[in-house]
């Protein structure tokens, strides 16, 4: 299904702006992480994977971390669906979940630990349950 044309030249502008790195919680997260001694990679390509990274990684205790958007990724709480063209937003959004889905269970399959959280979420309830579940897998190793 070709991409349809924007519904307005303000919708097309707002979409344009969308970051896919470096997000307002990404930074939270990560400043938080570091702050408590934590080390880490950024944006890191999935293993076996073209055109899929990880947010935050651990690559020596192999622990992958996603911030999803709420609106990107379908959001329980704050997922919208947009009206103008809502069959291609559909689709497009399905094609998201699937996709982190499909992320998700590959690296799992390699052996790694994935945490996904929203972008709603606390920073400092996420940080810690990063800090924990990296300091777990180092004490494992």
């Not at 990107?72 to 103008?84: I, L, M, N, R």
Request: proline residues 8%; charged residues 25%; contains cysteine.
């Amino acid at each position: 299904m070709p991409e349809p044309a924007p519904s307005s030249a303000a919708v097309s502008a707002r979409m344009s702006r969308q970051g896919s790195r470096d997000t307002a919680p990404e930074i939270a997260v990560r400043q938080l992480l570091h702050a408590s001694g934590l080390r880490y990679r950024v944006n890191v390509p999935v293993p076996g994977m073209p055109r899929r990274t990880t947010d935050i990684v651990f690559p020596s205790v192999k622990v992958a971390i996603f911030l999803d958007g709420c609106f990107w990724h379908g959001c329980p709480q704050h997922a919208t669906q947009p009206k103008s063209n809502a069959e291609w937003w559909r689709t497009k959004l399905a094609k998201n979940m699937a996709r982190d889905a499909e992320t998700t269970q590959h690296l799992q399959g390699r052996g790694w630990t994935v945490l996904r959280f929203w972008e709603h979420e606390a920073p400092d309830d996420v940080a810690n349950t990063v800090r924990t579940t990296v300091l777990a897998a180092r004490r494992r190793d």
